[in-house]
């Protein structure tokens, strides 16, 4: 059943949103850039509003187990302050039964980086280089079960399910997608997500000609499926961020120590024979 948040009741409901607060941090674990928290404030003030208590989670960079470094405790701060309400760290998004118990309506907690477990991508972690292909595959099955009960703990958590991380929109991950099954009838986008689907829906149906796109982002490889769709509908692309230096190097240029995906090189040349 398609729910939506406007339409439903909050009152004395946990909600668990999945929010894309990736955001970048210097060598202070400064945020640099928040615009990913501001983002997803008005969901979450919509659940607090209503009555609801929230239960926000997120990863934050691409740590390989446990890592200080990607912590989102150093976030937590920023985000009270964004919500207008303190909010509550629980430093092992597996072990938040007790907090959760205790939560009342108006009260949110956040827990710690979801990527700390291998469970979330549902890829195997610390596998040796020279894993033969039995030992991968047995590895993978291995998390995919493992799996399993990691997205069930999330779900007990909550009475209703909030998807509104549409920087990671592009990951069938345990707590953007597997997660949803376990609340058939109590699970929305957030109204980042909506606002963004509607406004790619209008540009994509509604661009007057000539219609030229502007894609950027640091990696070829997570919009490969975006680059391929947008071909036919503009009548210009024009590709930024970091990964224009592997449309570059792809085409014999020089990119020095520039970001860039080599294996993705193939798959560039390709885009732009198909845009001639
Ligand atoms: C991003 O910053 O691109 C999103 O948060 C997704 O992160 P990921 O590319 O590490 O999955
Ligand atoms: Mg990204």
Do not use: W
């Not at 691409?62 to 207008?84: N, Q």
């Not at 991380?165 to 099954?181: E, M, N, Y």
């Not at 570059?248 to 520039?258: D, W």
């Amino acid at each position: 059943m398609q729910q939506f948040i406007d339409s439903y009741n909050f009152a004395g409901k946990k909600a668990i949103v999945r929010v894309d607060f990736n955001v970048p941090l210097n060598e202070n674990f400064e945020i640099t850039d928040d615009t990913r928290i501001r983002a997803a404030i008005p969901t979450l003030k919509k659940v607090l509003a209503g009555g609801g208590s929230l239960i926000i989670m997120s990863h934050l960079g691409r740590p390989k187990g446990v890592d200080a470094k990607f912590s989102l405790k150093h976030i937590v701060a920023h985000v009270s302050e964004c919500l207008g309400v303190p909010v509550k760290f629980v430093a092992d998004c597996q072990k938040a039964q007790a907090e959760v118990a205790e939560l009342k309506p108006g009260e949110a907690l956040l827990l710690e980086n979801l990527r700390y477990y291998a469970e979330e991508e549902g890829k195997p972690r610390g596998l040796a280089a020279d894993a033969t292909d039995e030992e991968k595959k047995a590895a993978k099955a291995a998390v995919k079960e493992s799996q399993k009960e990691f997205v069930k703990t999330l779900a007990s958590y909550a009475d209703c399910y909030i998807n509104d991380a549409f920087g990671t929109a592009h990951r069938a991950h345990a707590s953007t997608a597997l997660i949803a099954k376990y609340f058939p009838e109590d699970k929305m986008f957030g109204y980042l997500m909506e606002g963004e689907i509607k406004a790619i829906d209008n540009v994509l149906k509604n661009a007057q000609h000539p219609f030229t796109a502007i894609i950027g982002g640091s990696k070829v490889s997570s919009k490969l499926a975006v680059l391929v769709n947008m071909l036919d509908k503009v009548d210009n692309l024009i590709i930024g961020g970091g990964m224009g230096y592997t449309f570059i190097k792809a085409q014999g240029g020089q990119i020095g120590t520039s970001l860039h995906e080599d294996d993705l090189m193939p798959q560039a040349l390709e885009i732009l024979a198909q845009a001639k």
